[in-house]
């Protein structure tokens, strides 16, 4: 069978623009549509379509951790934004936002957090069951 170059170079330059895309959405999701869960589908979708493309075994070599390590620190983060609050003597899970405004990022807080931690655990996951079925 014979591969298709056309793939592979488009993926090259689609694959940066996906992937900036699904930061985008998941730095708005704290204040609009958007979010860890859909961002992490967005960067998972442009990951796999490299691992169609080139071959999943080079992009599980070309990806910086094991999937695992990705789940377990997106419920590390995600544990962490809950937890913070407690440690101010706030209800768990209470929102805290920094006072002053970050340009391109707005006001950050505890949601973000929680966001990037989903993230990151949505990423790992997609990653741990197509990188798995892919290499079956």
């Not at 056309?6 to 999701?29: D, Q």
């Not at 809950?82 to 340009?103: A, C, N, S």
Request: charged share 10%; aromatic share 10%; net charge positive.
């Amino acid at each position: 069978m014979q591969r298709s170059i056309l793939l592979p170079v488009a993926t090259r330059y689609l694959m940066p623009l996906i992937l900036t895309f699904s930061i985008f959405l998941l730095i708005r999701g704290h204040n609009e549509v958007g979010g860890g869960f859909v961002g992490g589908l967005v960067a998972s979708s442009a990951l796999m379509l490299y691992g169609i493309a080139v071959s999943p075994q080079d992009l599980r070599r070309k990806l910086p951790v094991e999937p695992y390590i990705l789940v377990g620190t997106g419920l590390l983060i995600s544990l962490s934004s809950g937890i913070l609050p407690v440690l101010y003597g706030l209800p768990y899970m209470t929102g805290i936002w920094i006072k002053t405004p970050i340009p391109v990022f707005g006001k950050i807080g505890t949601p973000l957090l929680f966001d990037l931690g989903v993230y990151f655990l949505v990423i790992g996951v997609i990653m741990w069951i197509l990188l798995t079925l892919a290499e079956d």
